[in-house]
């Protein structure tokens, strides 16, 4: 199970920390992603981290802005953004996929998926 939060409305240029607390699977083992989905789009791709830790990835529209991490000893994972835009606002999700790169949480459909939190950044 994957708990996502952190969302909340924010003006442009600032920032926010999401987080996604995960339950009932080896952490360790799974690479981490984020997506997001705007109202009347699909949903997109944001950034992963690999299972491993060594690698990370970023979509090129939030890439230097927002940074992933994760605390294995926590069991959570952590999207950190700044600089926000209104183009940012969207229910932000969080993902697992077992033993995944971070290039391959961006090219596959992950097996878990968090409930989403919503972001809203006003101009």
């Known amino acids: 199970q994957l708990q996502a939060s952190g969302g909340g409305l924010v003006q442009a240029g600032g920032s926010l920390r999401l987080s996604c607390a995960a339950s009932g699977l080896t952490f360790s083992s799974y690479g981490m992603g984020w997506f997001r989905q705007a109202p009347g789009k699909e949903r997109e791709f944001v950034a992963a981290?690999?299972?491993?830790?060594?690698?990370?990835l970023y979509a090129d529209s939030v890439k230097g802005r927002f940074t992933i991490s994760r605390d294995n000893a926590k069991n959570t994972a952590y999207l950190h953004m700044n600089n926000l835009q209104p183009e940012d606002t969207a229910v932000y999700y969080c993902?697992?996929?077992?033993?995944?790169?971070?290039?391959?949480?961006?090219?596959?459909?992950?097996?878990?998926w968090g409930q989403g939190t919503q972001v809203t950044v006003s101009s």
């Open positions: 993902a697992a996929e077992y033993l995944a790169t971070a290039r391959g949480m961006g090219a596959v459909t992950p097996q878990y």
């Open positions: 981290i690999s299972w491993t830790t060594s690698s990370t």
